[in-house]
T-cell receptor
Framework: AQKITQTQPGMFVQEKEAVTLDCTYDTSDPSYGLFWYKQPSSGEMIFLIYQGSYDQQNATEGRYSLNFQKARKSANLVISASQLGDSAMYFCAMREGLGNQFYFGTGTSLTVIP | DAGVTQSPTHLIKTRGQQVTLRCSPKSGHDTVSWYQQALGQGPQFIFQYYEEEERQRGNFPDRFSGHQFPNYSSELNVNALLLGDSALYLC??????????????FGEGSRLTVL
């Protein structure tokens, strides 16, 4: 089974609107971390936001927030007030327990329309 | 504060050749991981180095090997190249797991094309 599933290959959003990128995960480890990364065309993966499995509140970082629904095993990224510079690939990732490996999804390509 | 730097940025090899990719971690980081990202896919974990030892390895054959130097920089070596090895190779650095969330900081990658 896939550890991380991103079902939206591509998404479009109007500038200044909010957009939600979906991510579901699969693990039996009670301790895990969930991460979102942005990958512009340059190739570099840029860390956006982190949510720990024991965190009680949803993580927020500026215009990014993570909608964490533990029972549904989902960790959706919400980008508010989209900007043209938000156009990129977005990857959801998970690290289980004390492991050193990050599992990545296949990504969602976001295009912000002026 | 220098981020993660990788070299070369692009290279072309032929089947059967060998390649070495290099990575300098972000200042202060002691752990280096390597990922392979095929076109249209997410990154796949190759291995991680800490204290000059391979700490964990993903599902990659022995043709993929690595090294970490005392200054924490790292190399990824791939022998007997196959067409399927064509990909973007990403180096990521982090602090050891005792510090913070352990997020990875990535370089811009080395794009390898095997002909």
């Amino acid at each position: 089974a896939q550890k991380i599933t991103q079902t939206q290959p591509g998404m479009f959003v109007q500038e200044k609107e909010a957009v939600t990128l979906d991510c579901t995960y699969d693990t039996s480890d009670p301790s895990y971390g969930l991460f979102w990364y942005k990958q512009p065309s340059s190739g570099e993966m840029i860390f956006l936001i982190y949510q720990g499995s024991y965190d009680q509140q949803n993580a927020t970082e500026g215009r990014y927030s993570l909608n964490f629904q533990k029972a549904r095993k989902s960790a959706n990224l919400v980008i508010s007030a989209s900007q043209l510079g938000d156009s990129a690939m977005y990857f959801c990732a998970m690290r289980e327990g004390l492991g050193n490996q990050f599992y990545f999804g296949t990504g969602t390509s976001l295009t912000v329309i002026p | 504060d220098a981020g993660v730097t990788q070299s070369p940025t692009h290279l072309i090899k032929t089947r059967g050749q060998q390649v070495t990719l290099r990575c300098s971690p972000k200042s202060g980081h002691d752990t280096v991981s390597w990922y392979q990202q095929a076109l249209g896919q997410g990154p796949q974990f190759i291995f991680q180095y800490y204290e000059e030892e391979e700490r964990q390895r993903g599902n990659f054959p022995d043709r993929f090997s690595g090294h970490q130097f005392p200054n924490y920089s790292s190399e990824l070596n791939v022998n007997a190249l196959l067409l399927g090895d064509s990909a973007l190779y990403l180096c990521a650095s982090s602090l050891s797991r005792t510090a913070g969330t352990g997020e990875l900081f990535f370089g811009e990658g080395s794009r390898l094309t095997v002909l």
